[in-house]
């Protein structure tokens, strides 16, 4: 499991821009899923103003979810078009935000649905079985909530974080889509 060093750097509560999350991929990953994986990047920012949160944790949760969809493309049937989409919007009750990341990979089964946040569950070869487990951990200490989707092998996954606006930030993003 990749921690990309973020679990030795102090805790820091602070406003975060999610749009960050995309920030992985120019650091590191984007050449290798965009165009050795032919995997479509798709960003649909509808909220950007920074939330007040853990940055240490979100950003852990975000990487153990990319890292899965990631996996997820990889071992999809190769003949589908692969996409992979980050969304971020404001919950219906507009107390909260929604992190979406969802994938067109190998999907879900409804058995292993029921299963995938437990502890040392994984479906893959060298798997641990520890990222979903200790991503919903993290999600709970945040206060926040960690959903999974899926309509089963071959159909996909989607994963919801939702998480308290907390005290936002006036400030206005800065950060726009070409730069990310
Ligand atoms: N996006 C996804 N698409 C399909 N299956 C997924 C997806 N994300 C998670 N899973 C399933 O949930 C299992 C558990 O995921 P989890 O991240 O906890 O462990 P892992 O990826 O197997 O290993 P690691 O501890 O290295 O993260 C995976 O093995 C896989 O079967
Ligand atoms: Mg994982």
């Known amino acids: ?3 990309n060093g973020w679990s030795n750097t102090p ?3 602070g406003p975060l821009k999610l749009q960050c999350v995309a920030q992985c991929y120019r650091n590191g990953w984007s050449s290798e899923i965009g165009i050795h994986n032919n995997i479509e990047l ?9 939330i007040l949160t853990d940055k240490n944790k979100t950003m852990q949760i975000l990487i153990n979810l990319l890292q899965n969809a990631k996996d997820a493309l990889a071992v999809a049937d190769p003949s589908l078009a692969k996409k992979l989409s980050v969304c971020t919007r404001l919950a219906p009750d507009k107390q909260h935000v929604e992190i979406i ?5 190998l999907g879900i089964s409804p058995e292993n649905l029921a299963r995938i946040f437990s502890f040392g569950f994984t479906t893959k070869p060298k798997g641990h079985g520890f990222g979903l487990h200790s991503s919903a951990l993290l999600v709970k200490e945040l206060g926040g909530l960690l959903q999974a989707e899926s309509a089963g092998i071959g159909h996909g996954a989607t994963f919801i974080m939702t998480l308290s606006l907390g005290s936002v930030s006036e400030e206005k993003s800065e950060i726009h ?4």
């Open 1 to 3: 499991m990749s921690r």
């Open 177 to 180: 889509e070409e730069q990310i």
């Open 101 to 105: 990341i969802a994938d067109t990979g």
């Open 11 to 13: 805790v820091i509560s």
């Open 42 to 50: 798709e960003k649909k920012y509808k909220y950007v103003s920074p």
